[in-house]
């Protein structure tokens, strides 16, 4: 398959596992509710952590483009200590740290009611604190995902995202809303090409079952 640099390389991912993925297709619909009148945003959903844990206390922001809401890291499963990031202008993966605004994530959930993929399961978009900017659908199928600038009163289908059902230990596939066939994938991020790592390329990719396309959204706790 084609690299999203113009490469050509032979992409392998992690092992084959009974998981099944989300899509069941190729492009699917997406659904939207009755576009009648005003549509407030909905309340602030706290999440309980999944890694066993219990929270303390959410790490919480007043800036302008997320107000006093929850923030979020996101990361996979063949290496929870990297979580997205961005640098240089581009979504990886980079090693944890907290005090970064640009592993920090709002996950604005303003069109979940309205924007649903075919599976009926609601849309996100997940904009970066440090930039403002909302992660974007790639431009075709093994390309890197894009970022772009995030207006919260536009509804932009291009920058809305699902969450799969459990894959396995709560891990889920991230899916445009849609075309739920591509997935957030760490890009050669399988053990046959040495793993992830610090600078990991963002992708999206269809569901090969591997753990760098097994992702949790998790609230950053003090």
């Known amino acids: 398959m084609a690299s999203p640099f113009g490469h050509n390389h032979h992409h392998h991912h992690g092992r084959e596992d009974e ?4 899509p069941h297709d190729g492009r699917g619909e997406v659904h939207h509710a009755a576009h009648g009148g005003f549509y407030p945003e909905p309340p602030a959903v706290h999440h309980v952590s999944h890694d066993g844990s219990q929270p303390i206390r959410p790490y919480r922001d007043n ?3 997320g107000g006093n809401r929850e923030t979020y890291k996101i990361y996979c499963r063949a290496d929870p200590e990297l979580c997205l ?3 240089h202008g581009q979504l990886i993966l980079a090693r944890s740290n907290p005090s970064d605004p640009h592993q920090h994530l709002y996950k604005e959930e303003k069109y979940s009611t309205r924007v649903k993929d075919d599976e ?4 996100f978009a997940l904009v970066n604190k440090g930039t403002g900017q909302a992660i974007k659908h790639a431009s075709a199928a093994t390309k890197p995902v894009q970022l772009t600038e995030y207006k ?3 509804l932009d289908e291009s920058i809305l995202w699902t969450e799969s059902k459990d894959t396995g230990d709560n ?3 991230i899916r445009m809303v849609n075309n739920i066939s591509l997935n957030f994938d760490a890009f050669h991020g399988d053990k046959d ?3 992830v790592q610090d600078g990991t390329t963002i992708v999206n990719w269809e569901w090969t079952k591997g753990d760098n396309q097994r992702w949790k959204i998790v609230p950053y706790y003090y």
């Open 171 to 173: 891990y889920k596939a």
């Open 19 to 22: 998981f099944p993925p989300p």
């Open 152 to 154: 919260p009163d536009h």
């Open 120 to 123: 009926g399961l609601p849309s």
């Open 193 to 195: 090409h040495g793993g």
């Open 63 to 65: 800036d302008e483009i």
């Open 85 to 87: 990031s961005i640098r």
